[in-house]
């Protein structure tokens, strides 16, 4: 029996290619993207014939896609890292599960000893991405490590120092795909909070299309900065010191507007740069302000769509304070030949 997506190698669908039975996607976050295929064993002119596979052997490419509507998209395209085996008396029904991580695992593979000089955060990760053949979108930033002043010294892997500079700065990094899977986007920019919402996701009676969703806020969290330190240079004061989070409210309320005083946090880092005490005290309130989140799933059949992460999605039917557009950090997907379930974690910063 079928299931509701296609996986091939590099993204040409080879008639020889098996088709598992189970596929499960976790995307979204700072970290890989991952996958697992799961596959039924049986015996085979005395052996295990998926088990010699070279689809499915070690750094084998693999492209998962669907097609709702008939408009394919690529979920992933990544390689495998791992297989686990359950055996069963006789071998017949045992199982196989086939696991792998997209492209950006790549950049985690060597840990590197660098020294970065005059350039900005923005065009580290350029470099770094066009290095591994992916296409790089990056948001500018500021602060240049001048040779003079402060260079960037890297003592890590690649990923590990892109993770680095997006959290400095209050962005994410993700990929994204073409609908061949071939060609691959690496992101580095702030939350896209602000784009049109892609699906709606509601609980209204009559119009219901989720099947649970749960809901949790929490303004325990900082919503100002004070940040204010000598330049070593110049020996002039820098005061980066904020208020509220310079990202967008996605409603009328945001953090700042609703506690009754602020929540300050002293930010005291060995900065060298005006541009770059800015950028890490805009990153902390980009980061609290999140203080609204939910956890909702649902089925392919009844969305009408795929939610992927990184995008802008509406709630509807969960109230007037509640109900609107909100951010999905991360996706959870599990294809069958039932259905395709998606369990997704949203996000919001404010509330009506």
């Known amino acids: 029996m079928s299931i509701g997506a296609i996986v091939s190698a590099n993204g040409s669908a080879g008639a020889g290619f098996p088709q598992p039975e189970l596929v499960t996607i976790d995307e979204g976050g700072m970290r890989p993207a991952t996958f697992s295929l799961g596959y039924t064993l049986n015996l085979k002119s005395g052996d295990f014939q998926l088990l010699n596979s070279r689809e499915l052997g070690p750094d084998a490419q693999v492209v998962l896609q669907v097609a709702p509507g008939g408009e394919q998209q690529t979920l992933i395209s990544g390689m495998v890292l791992q297989q686990s085996v359950e055996y069963s008396t006789g071998g017949d029904g045992s199982a196989l599960v086939v696991r792998g991580a997209d492209r950006s695992s790549l950049l985690n593979r060597e840990q590197r000893c660098r020294v970065w000089s005059d350039v900005t955060d923005s065009s580290m990760v350029e470099q770094i991405c066009s290095s591994q053949g992916l296409i790089p979108r990056c948001e500018a930033t500021s602060c240049v490590h001048a040779e003079t002043s402060h260079s960037l010294v890297q003592r890590e892997s690649d990923l590990e120092l892109i993770y680095r500079l997006a959290r400095r700065n209050g962005y994410w990094f993700w990929l994204s795909y073409d609908s061949s899977g071939q060609a691959v986007t690496a992101h580095f920019q702030k939350p896209p909070q602000g784009e049109r919402p892609s699906l709606t996701l509601s609980l209204r009676a009559g119009a219901a299309n989720l099947d649970e969703l749960s809901l949790l806020w929490d303004v325990d969290r900082p919503t100002a900065v004070s940040a204010r330190q000598l330049d070593l240079v110049s020996l002039s004061p820098n005061d980066a010191s904020i208020d509220r989070s ?14 009754s005083e602020p929540r300050i946090r002293q930010l005291a ?19 609290s302000g999140w203080f609204v989140t939910a956890r909702a799933t649902g089925r392919l059949s009844r969305l009408g769509g795929v939610v992927r992460p990184n995008s802008v999605v509406t709630l509807d039917g969960v109230g007037s304070r509640h109900s609107g557009s909100y951010l999905v950090s991360r996706v959870r997907h599990r294809i069958d030949s039932d259905d395709h379930l998606m369990t997704m974690d949203l996000m919001r910063n404010g509330w009506s």
């Not at 880092?269 to 980061?287: C, G, T």
């Open 269 to 287: 880092v060995p900065v060298s740069d005006q541009a770059d005490l800015q950028a890490r005290a805009e990153a902390l309130l980009m980061e």
């Open 246 to 259: 310079p990202l967008p409210c996605m409603a009328s309320h945001s953090l700042a507007d609703l506690v």
